[in-house]
């Protein structure tokens, strides 16, 4: 299985697609797309700039419409979406005042600790929840990334470089 993921990732896609795209996914985002990257044998720089890039994309679009869609589930008759959303109304309305404290540089640490949860996706729905404004907010992420992403190279290039002085 884990043959036919890097052969789809290396002859279809290409490494650097690979990475962007993983790099797109929420939860493994950047933290799993470096990585990849490096045991796909790019470019530490390539893989860093690819996956900061994937990691972004979604950024945008999660700003200015996760709200919009967190209210619509929290209306909703479907039981399923209703619990949802009235969580993450209620989860964000309690901890308000401590995240709107530290709002700007809060968003930025959230998205830059490379732990699972953490990243651009929870980062842009939490200042969308909190109204930051825009580009703020997209600032905010990026920074984030941009050390999430340094973060993490250092560690899987290192680690890359480990395997390979040791082999």
């Known amino acids: 299985m884990i043959e036919a ?21 929420p939860i493994i985002e950047l933290r799993g797309a470096i990585p990849l990257g490096a045991a796909l044998g790019l470019p530490w720089w390539q893989n860093y700039l690819f996956a900061v890039i994937g990691n972004m994309l979604p950024v ?29 109304i209620a989860k964000a309305e309690k901890n308000r005042a401590r995240i709107e404290k530290y709002s700007f540089w809060g968003v930025c640490l959230f998205v830059a600790i490379p732990l699972p949860m953490t990243g651009a996706w929870t980062g842009s729905l939490v200042a969308s929840v909190i109204d930051m404004k825009f580009f703020k907010a997209l600032l905010s992420c990026l920074i984030g ?10 560690a899987s290039y290192g680690v890359v470089a480990a395997f390979r002085f040791f082999a």
């Open 5 to 25: 993921i890097e052969s789809f990732l290396t002859e279809a896609l290409g490494a650097q697609w690979g990475v962007l795209l993983c790099a797109m996914i």
């Open 60 to 88: 945008p679009f999660i700003l200015l419409f996760v709200k919009k869609v967190i209210i619509w589930m929290s209306d909703s008759r479907i039981k399923f979406f209703n619990k949802i959303g009235g969580f993450l």
């Open 145 to 154: 990334v941009l050390i999430a992403g340094v973060v993490m190279t250092l």
